[in-house]
């Protein structure tokens, strides 16, 4: 017995139908998966800027206590200097277990060794100052400043979007 074209043309339009909606969902799907890995990226990308922004206050705000040291030689000033660079180091180190790509820990390797250099450079000024030697002040100044410059420019938020 033949099948009617009606039916014939029935059944070829619902496989048509069936498929295009098994490909739907099944992009659907796959779509929702993108979207979830995508929120993920963004979110590990907005926490690492945001430390980075704190990373980079308190830097700034070592520095600023550390000039105001020099100057007034009080105490008080060395001791805010030396939680600025706690909250330092623990900055850095979340930043370090949020990073993923190898460009983004070279360049928190330079900031930590740039920030180690500035730490010394300010110890060894400081040494000076207790012991009352005269020392070059001008010398470490360009210096600090030099390593400051060059801790601020090392940006490595652009390179978030690599993970």
Do not use: C
């Amino acid at each position: 017995m033949r099948i009617p074209i009606f039916w014939r043309l029935l059944l070829g339009y619902s496989a048509i139908l069936l498929l295009s909606v098994a490909l739907s969902a099944y992009s659907i799907v796959q779509l929702g998966a993108l979207s979830t890995t995508a929120r993920a990226a963004l979110d590990i990308d907005n926490r690492m800027i945001g430390i980075e922004v704190k990373l980079t206050d308190a830097f700034l705000s070592e520095v600023r206590y550390a000039g105001r040291f020099i100057i007034t030689h009080a105490q008080e000033l060395h001791d805010q200097y030396r939680q600025f660079n706690g909250d330092f180091g623990r900055y850095m180190n979340d930043l370090q277990a949020l990073s993923t790509s190898a460009q983004i820990q070279s360049r928190l390797f330079r900031v930590a060794d740039l920030h180690l250099r500035y730490h010394d450079l300010f110890d060894q000024e400081v040494k000076y100052i207790r012991t009352a030697q005269p020392y070059g002040e001008s010398r470490y100044q360009q210096e600090k400043e030099k390593v400051l410059e060059s801790a601020l420019s090392t940006s490595f938020y652009k390179y978030t979007n690599v993970i």
